[in-house]
């Protein structure tokens, strides 16, 4: 009964990071600034951690796609918890036209491969906002998906899924296998300790290339340009009400 | 006073350091009067009056006077360039007063300098021109640590020196500039299995925790900042650069030199202003309990701590919340505890060494009439559980809206808490103010916020007085009229009472040493005589 989880992490530059735009303004500055787990990603792994410690699940995969580095995410995430690791290899120069699609269809072959009974992703990943990943892998797949998981909970038929969504909350119920993504107040992570990072060295972490799983790489989209949003202009000081609302008029917010 | 000719940034100050009363009628002129001899002395002619105060003050050089308050802003400007010099009227004022209840005084100029170098240079600008030096960090003090009583320089260390300059994970330390707070440090390493554990409340610099000696909720386990600083970075008034522990030194212990690092730490921007610290980082604990437990009496809350303290439980966190604040906790965040004194709980260590503590606790606290002991593991229920702890403060501006506290600060053996904490309730009873307390009891540490209307005078003198009360009540106790928070202003008197005159003359010694124009932050910690 015990399931088998793969969970996806994406290495990022840090929340806490001030973005630059590259000089070629096709992208942003990533050389010797500090990178992370994506925080949704994060979210996924300690909930993956949390359904083992329930006895729910008996195995986490932890895949990332990316260069040399996202081993440091890997790692990361077998200190939180998970068993063992798979990276797919991708050089530094490929990284600009390595797109959501491209990974989708990687976790969809690995997922077949691992014969695992949920996917699991962050809802989006905080550098490109796509929010397709998840989505394209469950077409893939043609698996279920519950995404922008809120909580989620174990059923005999498979999952209940609680969902954020604008108007508010959706409860979802799905079989298994089903890939999920979770969404910001699923659970508050665990931060990785000292101990556990030391375990963390010896779990196994194997490697491969896209090719190895038959994903073709090419691009399906192309940036155009990557610019700056405009700089914030002085306000103007007003000398009383009269003044404001002459003002207001001027610029159409009132029409009296 | 009237004062023609003179600029006012360097009349106030020069004036007052000089003897003169702010209500003596002066006319100062201007220019060709200063041949100053070689050691201090200024004449300064009053034109159409008669005197023979004659102004004693450091050498200046033979400017104008009219042009020395311009001459200053130049010469600064020059060092941190013209966009880091700000005389501007929100400026000045957001860095004269802190988040404490004492109106603060704005100072005439601010700084913004982007290296330790540049600190340097200003202070000794500051010196030729004999105006005083107000360190700034983040503002968030309570004691009006950063008010410029005297008028002066503010400088703004943590606006542009905001890195963290090194991490030494195996050495678990750390090396921080002013502008990096506790919280920017904890989620840097958040990945590497450390963290930085003195948590005063406030999103403080860590360098100006060093400069108050800050403590708080962890300090039961981990200490104050006096355990976790291994070195500091000071300029000095007259811009010399020192390392209290040795240049570029980090050991965990040394024998050697005097202890600069401990003369520094709690000088409240008095000494010197520290420019970058040396601090202890420690290992994330592998597990994480909270608990809540309530009882009949303070008395029995004091007693689970006292006990649990004898058998050695490593406690991370012992709070204790009296009725008032529980009370202002249900209301505020809608809880339903009942509204008895509480303590909150935080265990640390290795899973069955949690649970094996928090079982420890648990019998003890039922042994003392403790109520129902609640306790999590998950981080959001942990959160949850401590919610109430975490938005005391605010609970209790809302118990009277628009009201301010006077938060209160004294720390005394822990044998003597009931005792205080019994007399202090009567106190504010009797004076008919609104008191509610938190305290973190394994240091013998608790806090009052009393309440008062910012209009009412009659009632912030009655806090006062309250205040007043309690931290000679702690002095004669055996202990301190201010745990973690400072003396900054409104202490001065108490400290007096705590060390006798000679403690205190040999601490003006040593600030006439370091400080002998008494530049640094004037005002604050000790008069001047």
Request: hydrophobic residues 40%; negative net charge; proline residues 5%.
């Amino acid at each position: 009964m015990a399931l088998k989880v793969l969970v996806g992490c994406k290495r990022v530059i840090d929340y806490a990071v001030k973005i630059r735009i590259k000089p070629d303004k096709l992208g942003v500055v990533t050389e010797g600034v500090k990178h992370s787990m994506n925080p949704f990603d994060e979210i996924a792994v300690e909930e993956a951690v949390r359904m083992k410690e329930a006895k729910l699940v008996n195995e986490i995969i932890v895949v990332s796609c990316g260069p040399a580095q996202a081993m440091e995410t890997i790692r990361t995430a077998l200190a939180m918890g998970a068993d063992r690791g798979i990276h797919v290899e991708i050089p530094l120069g490929q990284m600009d036209t390595f797109q959501p699609l491209h990974v989708s269809k990687v976790l969809a072959k690995l997922a077949e491969k691992e014969k695992v009974d949920i996917v699991m992703l962050g809802k989006l990943a905080i550098d490109d906002d796509a929010n397709q990943t998840a989505q394209m892998t469950a077409s893939l797949l043609d698996w279920p998906q519950g995404v922008f998981a809120s909580k989620i909970d174990k059923t005999d038929a498979g999952l209940e899924i609680i969902r954020e969504v604008d108007g508010g909350l959706e409860t979802i119920r799905t079989t298994l296998p089903a890939v999920l993504s979770a969404d910001l107040r699923l659970n508050e992570p665990r931060y990785a300790t000292l101990p556990n990072i030391m375990k963390a060295k010896k779990k196994k972490v194997v490697k491969m290339k896209p090719a190895d799983l038959g994903v073709d790489m090419a691009p399906r989209i192309q940036v155009v340009s990557v610019e700056d949003p405009p700089v914030r202009e002085a306000g103007q000081t007003v000398s009383d009400v009269d003044d404001l609302v002459a003002k207001l008029k001027d610029k159409g917010f009132s029409s009296a | 006073a009237v004062m023609r000719g003179v600029p006012q940034l360097l009349s106030r100050a020069r004036l007052v350091r000089a003897g003169f009363s702010a209500s003596e009628p002066v006319l100062a002129v201007q220019a060709g009067i200063l041949q100053p001899d070689k050691f201090t002395q200024t004449f300064v002619q009053i034109r159409g009056l008669k005197s023979s105060k004659v102004i004693y003050q450091a050498p200046l050089t033979a400017v104008d006077i009219a042009d020395s308050g311009k001459q200053l802003k130049q010469e600064l400007e020059a060092i941190v360039g013209p966009g880091n010099v700000s005389s501007g009227e929100s400026v000045v004022l957001q860095h004269g007063q802190d988040e404490g209840p004492h109106p603060g005084k704005s100072p005439d100029i601010v700084v913004f300098p982007s290296s330790t170098g540049e600190v340097s240079e200003v202070c000794k600008i500051c010196t030729r021109h004999n105006v005083p030096i107000i360190p700034y960090g983040t503002g968030t003090g309570l004691e009006g640590g950063i008010s410029a009583v005297e008028g002066g320089v503010c400088v703004n260390v943590s606006k542009n020196m905001n890195k963290i300059l090194q991490i030494h994970q195996e050495d678990f330390s750390a090396v921080v500039q002013p502008g990096i707070s506790r919280e920017m440090l904890n989620q840097e390493m958040r990945a590497d299995g450390l963290w930085f554990p003195v948590d005063p409340g406030a999103d403080a610099s860590v360098c100006g925790m060093c400069a108050t000696g800050a403590s708080g909720t962890n300090a039961v386990r981990y200490g104050t900042m006096k355990e976790n600083c291994l070195n500091l970075e000071v300029v000095l008034a007259d811009g010399r650069i020192i390392h209290t522990a040795g240049i570029g030194s980090r050991p965990k212990k040394s024998s050697a030199g005097y202890n600069l690092t401990s003369l520094f730490l709690g000088s409240e921007g008095t000494l010197g202003i520290i420019t970058s610290a040396t601090i202890c980082l420690h290992a994330i604990p592998e597990s994480v309990a909270a608990a809540v437990v309530g009882f009949p009496t303070v008395q029995n809350a004091v007693d689970t701590v006292v006990m649990t303290l004898q058998c050695s439980v490593p406690m991370a966190r012992m709070e204790l919340l009296d009725e008032v604040q529980m009370k202002a906790c249900n209301e505020y965040s809608g809880l339903s505890y009942p509204e008895t004194p509480h303590l909150f709980l935080e265990f640390h260590g290795s899973e069955s060494e949690v649970e094996s503590q928090t079982e420890t606790v648990r019998d003890i606290a039922a042994d003392n009439e403790g109520g129902e002991f609640q306790w999590a593991v998950q981080q959001e229920d942990r959160t949850k559980l401590w919610t109430a702890r975490h938005r005391a403060y605010y609970a209790d501006i809302a118990l009277r809206p628009g009201c301010r506290s006077l938060t209160t600060d004294v720390c005394v053996p822990v044998s003597a808490l009931p005792d205080l904490v019994t007399a202090t309730k009567a106190d504010i009873a009797e004076n008919g103010l609104i008191g509610p307390m938190v305290g973190h009891v394994g240091d013998g540490n608790f806090h009052t916020m009393l309440l008062f209307d910012p209009a009412d005078p009659e009632e912030f003198r009655k806090c006062k007085e309250v205040a007043n009360k309690m931290a000679r009540s702690a002095i004669a106790l055996g202990g301190t009229c201010t745990g973690e928070h400072g003396v900054g202003q409104g202490k001065m008197a108490l400290l007096e009472e705590q060390f006798g005159k000679d403690g205190i003359d040999v601490m003006r010694q040593i600030k006439g040493a370091l400080d002998p124009q008494q530049l640094m932050n004037p005002g604050k910690v000790f008069s001047r005589n």
